[in-house]
């Protein structure tokens, strides 16, 4: 692999940080994170969350994975989650597993990041359901410090329905962010 196939991957999660969350500009959050917080986010909560689920962990590999989930994103752009409503099923994964396989065109690693890829997109792992758990609960922090912040209800439809999570721990964690959120909205014009 050359130094400029290297620059080439390199660049594409440099972008992140470029990449805007669009869903929360859609409802109305100034200066929103981009992807690359979020990523971060992500790779934060779930090392954490290694630390407190009774099931060994590859911390390795959920690391890796964590980093790579929103890696497509580089070359697709955020795509906010009420847009896919409109998609075929399984066209945002196909899209997005096109998006990494043109990043790591030229690596000699590309297999072993594919490998890390279906097994995040399965979670039938630990490791990819503890990313998928992370990225839900940075996504509900980030929802409440946004309300707490900014003073905006609009972030209220995030709390309508409560997401699929896979371990305990990540379920005490939601649920305490809801009541911290229904607490704001309770004591907020």
Do not use: C
Not at 108 to 131: G, K, N, P, R, S
Request: overall charge negative; hydrophobic content about 40%.
């Amino acid at each position: 692999m050359t130094p400029e196939n290297l620059i080439f991957i390199l660049q594409q999660g440099n972008q992140l940080k470029r990449t805007t969350r669009t869903g929360w500009e859609q409802r109305g959050v100034p200066n929103a994170e981009n992807v690359a917080a979020h990523s971060y986010g992500v790779a934060f909560t779930a090392m954490l969350l290694a630390q407190v689920v009774d099931s060994p962990v590859d911390r390795g590999k959920l690391l890796s994975m964590a980093l790579l989930h929103d890696l497509p994103e580089a070359l697709t752009s955020d795509i906010p989650q009420p847009a896919t409503r409109f998609f075929p099923a399984g066209l945002k994964e196909t899209i997005e597993e096109a998006a990494l396989v043109e990043i790591f065109q030229t690596a000699h690693f590309t297999d072993e990041m594919l490998v890390l890829w279906t097994e995040l997109t399965a979670a039938e792992t630990v490791e990819a359901q503890l990313v998928h758990d992370a990225d839900k609960i940075d996504l509900y922090l980030q929802a409440y410090n946004y309300s707490v912040q900014t003073g905006n209800h609009r972030l209220a439809e995030f709390w309508t329905s409560s997401p699929t999570l896979h371990f305990p721990q990540s379920v005490n964690i939601y649920q305490l962010l809801r009541a911290k959120f229904q607490t704001f909205l309770q004591n907020s014009p």
